[in-house]
């Protein structure tokens, strides 16, 4: 390289003044251009970016985002769960999620978890939409039989049922989770809006149901009716240690599935299922809990995930990345509302009774909840101005609500309550809802980027309160790494008592667990299984031992 540079040096030297002056100004004209470009082309990424670290860089206290340390150090990988490589202007909350939380997780994924998830990506990028052994495997489903040769690529397809984004989510989760354990390559339903919320989760490869999949023009009509919907065939006795599989099954997860069909946690019944190419799955459940349930599976389980509760926690970072749109509207409202106070308090208000709406009693509990779990101050007694108390207390601390709900009633009150009067604590609280759309419009492309913007800010909360048993709430407290306080359905319009419960995990409950078949005795034998908290249908993963001891 020396020698070159010293000929360049020689040759440039002999050259006339003229010669000299042009070669030196299309040179520099060459690196200012460049320059330009580059800048150009990484400006709206950079926006975005920006977007992500500004709030971070305007944060008063140590342990929100810590500036130029969680710039340049931040684990974006989350210890290794991500993989790098990705574009990242393209799907900028990818690697930048974290710098939004206040803390890093302290649950870190297993090595274990790690290498399948690596391995998991490669079986994707061979099998995924557009490579030969996909077209193989479809032209299986036209024949409708299974070719010996051709086993090495094998499906599941989520489709997307008509239930909100929290059910779709948890359902998704648990298919993935599945597909992990049985070496299956999920692809996801795209005609909701599925990829105006999410960026792609694997490498090089896409997760996308192609919309030429030979049997889309027939999933949507699969119910529990259907010829192959595997409970079905159980039931018309259609499946015996003779029967050739069929290319595709139908499995049938939803709420209002039968005993026959709850026979998919079964050990026994899993061997004619491996068997089957192409499984297509409808569910709005959360049905990791039962997986764990299957001998064989858990022994693998054990090792993904040592510790039991982080299923959800680390499968929905390593899957949901928001499109750039909705993280948009994550950050910004982050920016603006959150990233100033030293704590942030998510707040989740789903009112299930019809007419659904603003109810006193609703009020009530949630503040009766937040005060006696000292999640919010009292107020200061009655005449004590703003000044008095600031003066007489030591705590300044500011205190950000983020509430989440259809109806921006809670929110105006909540602000209104602490507005009118200060804090007995002196704490300053800032109540702040980003979105109340009244109703619910799934499949509205702006509603349900809205609501998962929601989530996500839930999500970055330190304390969480949720509603029982909504799925929008376990997504937000799962993502987050948070054990939420759950607020307990009211009855006959009142305040229960008490208002709420600390959960006993950050695990979704799995609210249609089987309770009386193949797993009745695993149910009530394992020690990181249990009823959910007020919930005796459901089950839920929490960190315990394998076994009992005694
Ligand atoms: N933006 C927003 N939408 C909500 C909220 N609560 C409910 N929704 C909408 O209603 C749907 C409810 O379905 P789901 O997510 O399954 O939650 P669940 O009904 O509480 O179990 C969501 O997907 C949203 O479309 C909220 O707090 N914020
Ligand atoms: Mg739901």
């Not at 710098?99 to 690596?118: A, N």
């Amino acid at each position: 390289m020396y020698h070159i540079l010293k000929i360049f040096g020689y040759v440039f030297k002999s050259l006339g003044l003229k010669m000299k002056i042009l070669i030196r100004f299309i040179f520099s004209s060459l690196l200012i251009g460049s320059v330009i470009l580059l800048s150009f082309s990484n400006n709206f990424n950079d926006q975005l970016l920006d977007a992500t670290l500004n709030g971070k860089k305007k944060k008063k206290t140590f342990h929100l985002l810590r500036s130029s340390e969680s710039e340049t150090s931040h684990d974006k990988l989350i210890g290794g769960l991500l993989k790098a490589g990705f574009d990242e202007g393209s799907c900028v909350s990818r690697y930048t999620t974290s710098l939004l939380y206040r803390k890093p997780s302290p649950y870190k994924p297993s090595p274990y978890l790690v290498s399948k998830l690596r391995r998991y990506e490669k079986l994707h990028k061979r099998c995924g939409p557009g490579t030969e052994a996909y077209k193989r495997a479809t032209e299986q489903l036209d024949e409708n039989q299974v070719r010996s040769s051709d086993k090495e690529c094998r499906y599941v397809v989520w489709v997307a049922t008509e239930y909100g984004l929290g059910n779709r989510i948890i359902s998704l989760v648990s298919s993935f989770l599945y597909a992990l354990l049985t070496d299956r390559v999920i692809l996801v339903d795209q005609r909701k809006d599925i990829s105006d919320l999410f960026c792609e989760p694997f490498p090089d490869t896409s997760w996308l149901l192609p919309l030429d999949f030979p049997l889309m023009g027939q999933i949507d009509s699969y119910y529990k009716e259907y010829s192959l919907c595997y409970g079905t065939m159980l039931k018309n006795h259609a499946i015996n240690s003779t029967t050739t599989p069929p290319s595709h099954l139908y499995i049938h997860l939803l709420h209002d599935y039968r005993d026959v069909d709850k026979m998919f946690y079964c050990e026994a019944n899993q061997a004619f299922i491996k068997s089957v190419p192409w499984l297509v799955v409808k569910s709005n459940l959360y049905f990791a809990p039962s997986l764990w349930l299957i001998p064989s599976f858990q022994t693998k389980l054990i090792k993904l995930f040592p510790q039991k509760d982080t299923v959800f926690h680390h499968l929905s970072r390593y899957l949901f990345h928001p499109t750039n749109q909705v993280w948009d509207m994550v950050t910004s409202t982050y920016n603006a509302n959150l990233s100033k106070a030293d704590e942030v308090l998510g707040l989740q208000i789903r009112v299930f009774s019809t007419p659904s709406g603003y109810f006193q009693h609703v009020m009530d509990q949630i503040v009766s909840c937040t005060q006696r779990e000292k999640l919010l101050p009292e107020l200061a007694t009655n005449g004590s101005s703003h000044s008095q108390v600031m003066n007489t207390t030591r705590s300044k601390k500011l205190k950000a609500v983020l509430v989440a709900s259809l109806h921006p009633e809670y929110s105006d009150e909540l602000s209104k309550m602490f507005s009118e009067r200060p804090s007995s604590t002196g704490e300053m609280i800032q109540v702040y809802q980003p979105s109340g759309e009244r109703v619910q419009q799934t499949d509205e492309k702006l509603h349900d980027q809205k609501a998962l913007a929601d989530i996500y800010l839930l999500s970055l909360s330190v304390n969480i309160v949720t509603t029982e048993r909504s799925t929008f709430g376990y997504v937000a407290h799962g993502l987050g790494g948070l054990k939420p306080w759950i607020l307990y359905e009211p009855k006959n319009r009142k305040v229960p008592d008490p208002p709420c419960v600390r959960a006993l995990s950050m695990e979704p409950c799995f609210i249609r667990a089987p309770l009386h078949g193949c797993q009745a005795k695993k149910i009530k034998t394992t020690p990181f299984i249990k009823h959910c908290e007020n919930w005796n249908l459901g089950i839920k993963l929490v960190d315990a031992p394998d076994k009992f001891w005694w």
